[in-house]
Nanobody, 122 residues
Framework: QVQLVESGGGSVQSGGSLRLSCAASRYTFSSYCMGWFRQAPGKEREGVAT???????NYADSVKGRFTVSLDYVKDTLYLQMNSLKPEDTAMYYC????????????????WGQGTQVTVSS
């Protein structure tokens, strides 16, 4: 069982920065691929940044150049550094994990955190 706990959300003004954290169960990163997702009110959940089995990171076009995802294997923590925030980034942000089968992370996202709210005001 994988447990994921997000933190770091809050309210910021447009142009500001936040760093989200996702604390994972120990050794999660050795067996699972990780990702960040978000869901705004009235909208479908969308992928923000996902990490593939070979280490490739895929960013949504809307966040490229502004958001950076990273892993700390010592702390078992996934981060999302968000810079130059815009009001349209306002959403609940979730981290998720899916099983890595020999580097193949094409399966469904199995585990989700409870989410952390990010609100960006203009």
């Amino acid at each position: 069982q994988v447990q994921l706990v997000e933190s770091g959300g809050g309210s910021v003004q447009s142009g500001g920065s936040l760093r989200l954290s996702c604390a994972a169960s120990r050794y999660t990163f050795s067996s699972y691929c990780m990702g960040w997702f978000r869901q705004a009110p009235g909208k479908e959940r969308e992928g923000v940044a996902t990490i593939e089995g070979d280490g490739t990171i895929n960013y949504a076009d809307s966040v490229k150049g502004r958001f950076t995802v990273s892993l700390d294997y010592v702390k078992d923590t996934l981060y999302l550094q968000m810079n130059s925030l815009k009001p349209e980034d306002t959403a609940m942000y979730y981290c998720a994990a899916r099983l890595s089968r020999g580097g193949d992370c094409s399966g469904s996202w199995q585990y989700w955190g409870q989410g952390t709210q990010v609100t960006v005001s203009s």
